[in-house]
T-cell receptor
Framework: KNQVEQSPQSLIILEGKNCTLQCNYTVSPFSNLRWYKQDTGRGPVSLTIMTFSENTKSNGRYTATLDADTKQSSLHITASQLSDSASYICVVRGNMLTFGGGTRLMVKP | AAGVIQSPRHLIKEKRETATLKCYPIPRHDTVYWYQQGPGQDPQFLISFYEKMQSDKGSIPDRFSAQQFSDYHSELNMSSLELGDSALYFC??????????????FGAGTRLSVL
């Protein structure tokens, strides 16, 4: 069964600190993995997309990693800002899209 | 654990036809959201329902309507279909209306193709 598990489910950090969100998947076959940021009440916005051959991809303060062997991905946020408070969703594409449950990040001043 | 169930998985319609997409939220979830994702695009928020009442409205065309029923499942009704309506339609559910701490859980989506 295709599954995408994210951890932690929620996270609170202080402004300026770094954090790392985890995504483990069992989707097969694997096509790509995408991290989305979703602000409350809005649609998800794509941060990064990674294919099988990519290990690291950065988008500003966001850096995603992918280990296709262990089927794990991480999203690292550096120098967090208050506007980073949102849900971060890991989505894996195989024969279909499988969404993770998301990590709810709250950045406090 | 039970997830968000969407049906059908695939749907093929012709222009000017109607389509109905169904979404069954995670048990005990009271809020349902609908999203439309065109090819190569991020999902766009259409509409949401909380406790069977419309909660928020996004970029939903007037040709579309939706409702949430007493068992909390939701249906998205699409009329006078156009070629541009071809997309993936996602449903998500949450407990609560998206306040801080509430996470939306997504279904696998319904792929609509309008010919």
């Amino acid at each position: 069964k295709n599954q995408v598990e994210q951890s932690p489910q929620s996270l609170i950090i202080l402004e300026g600190k770094n954090c790392t969100l985890q995504c483990n998947y069992t989707v097969s076959p694997f096509s790509n993995l995408r991290w989305y940021k979703q602000d409350t009440g809005r649609g998800p916005v794509s941060l990064t997309i990674m294919t099988f051959s990519e290990n690291t991809k950065s988008n500003g303060r966001y850096t995603a990693t992918l280990d296709a062997d262990t089927k794990q991905s991480s999203l690292h946020i550096t120098a967090s800002q208050l506007s980073d408070s949102a849900s971060y969703i890991c989505v894996v594409r195989g024969n279909m899209l499988t969404f993770g449950g998301g990590t709810r990040l709250m950045v406090k001043p | 654990a039970a997830g968000v169930i969407q049906s059908p998985r695939h749907l093929i319609k012709e222009k000017r036809e109607t389509a109905t997409l169904k979404c069954y939220p995670i048990p005990r979830h009271d809020t349902v959201y609908w999203y439309q994702q065109g090819p190569g695009q991020d999902p766009q928020f259409l509409i949401s329902f909380y406790e069977k009442m419309q909660s928020d409205k996004g970029s939903i065309p007037d040709r579309f309507s939706a409702q949430q029923f007493s068992d909390y499942h939701s249906e998205l009704n699409m009329s006078s279909l156009e070629l541009g309506d071809s997309a993936l339609y996602f449903c998500a559910s949450s407990l609560g209306r998206g306040e801080v701490g509430n996470i939306q859980y997504f279904g696998a989506g319904t792929r609509l193709s309008v010919l």
